[in-house]
């Protein structure tokens, strides 16, 4: 349950420092809450919930700090250094990962909102249950249901914006 | 091409397995003839992939034992097993320290009632548990070292601590503490799936008056009820006692008698 925590937590937040502080300022904040749990309810909902609660909390104190600027910042700035996205995932492994699938998927997600990324992340990358995320986004299941299809429709538009950056880079080889 | 922007949506419920065989039926007939639709779903499915391939990231170990620590959680199982004598206590602090904010206010209320506060604490404790039920597992096989660990180190009658039954499986063993001392918590399931906490907590200074005490079979322990949580304490082997169930009298009664006239 930690792991699906922290990777909610690692895509709301740039930096893996502020992703670790959300995770267990989560953990403490369920414990202190831990009466607000109803019985049979899923756990990870309400941990997630209470995570997305507490990086609202998180843009409030830093004020007109935006943490992913237009969402693709880090992208531009790796490509910039010519450096490997170990940056993102701070993983050497991962880093391989993401270079695999070229990070455009992962740059497009990051330009969503907020929330459209959360839901496409719950719903098509964690595989939760439609109540489950409508859980944590604190919205019914019908919205769930059409802001995801909202979510991949832009998506899909950003990955063909993309698209002649890679084939451009196919050329290349 | 109104038609297939309203089949967008079914489209999207298709990829995801959503949506019934009468409903997907009729899609895939119109798929069929139809290439806006089918590239929609094309489309739909090349993004499915892609997101498929987005790598799953795992929390770090320290990250999971930090939270696990703060939270007042011994690692899977064994972990605690391994912890250097001074990596316990240390553990045990944070414990204490995460307890000592619940427990201020319980204190304030119950100052000059031990056994008031010693149920109270333990009923929090319980709730507190409630919520970690998907980590007994991982700790089941560990429990009776860990408790023998826990009996060792702070002096707890590990003898008197009930190993389980097939009506009250025993799923973990946790430090906590009450009344100040570090405390064996013994976490069991009943076969309702209700927990069922029994707490043990060296106290040779607390006294239990007579007049609060019940007549169990041959025994006197006190029976009480906190937030509709069943909780009987009693004394023995020179340990304080804290047994909570979501029980009624008579039923925690019987699971008292169980508890506490078992032969380790």
Known sequence: ?173 | MSACADNSFRIALLVRGELDSAEEALLRAHLAGCATCASELAAEEELSRKLEKLPKLMAPADLKAQVQDRMGVPLARGRVLRMAPRRLVVAGTIVLALVIGAAVTLRSRFAADPLALAAHQAVAERRSLDLQRDLFPGETAGAPALLRELAQRYGLPATTAFPGDAELRLVSVRPGTALGKVSAILIYLDKEARLVTLEILPGNEVQIPPKRTRQVQQFRPVLARVEQCGVVLWKQGGALHVLTAPLDDQELARLFVKVRTHRS
């Open chain 1, 1 to 173: 349950m930690l792991d699906g925590t922290y990777r909610l937590a690692r895509w709301l937040v740039p930096r893996d420092s502020d992703a670790r502080d959300l995770v267990q300022e989560t953990y403490l904040h369920a414990l202190e809450a831990r009466k607000t749990f109803r019985p049979g309810a899923s756990m990870r909902a309400w941990l997630c919930s209470i995570l997305r609660n507490r990086f609202v909390d998180l843009c409030r104190r830093r004020g007109h700090e935006v943490l992913w600027a237009d969402g693709a910042d880090e992208f531009r700035t790796l490509e910039t250094t010519g450096d490997a996205p170990a940056g993102f995932f701070g993983d050497a492994e991962l880093a391989r990962l993401t270079t695999l699938v070229r990070g455009d998927i992962g740059r497009a997600l990051q330009a969503l909102p907020e929330n459209h990324r959360t839901v496409v992340l719950l719903c098509d990358v964690e595989h939760w249950r439609w109540e489950e995320a409508a859980a944590v986004l604190e919205v019914p299941i019908g919205t769930v249901q059409s802001r995801l299809f909202r979510a991949r429709r832009a998506l899909r538009r950003l990955l063909s914006e993309y698209a002649p950056e890679e084939a451009s880079i196919e050329r290349m080889r």
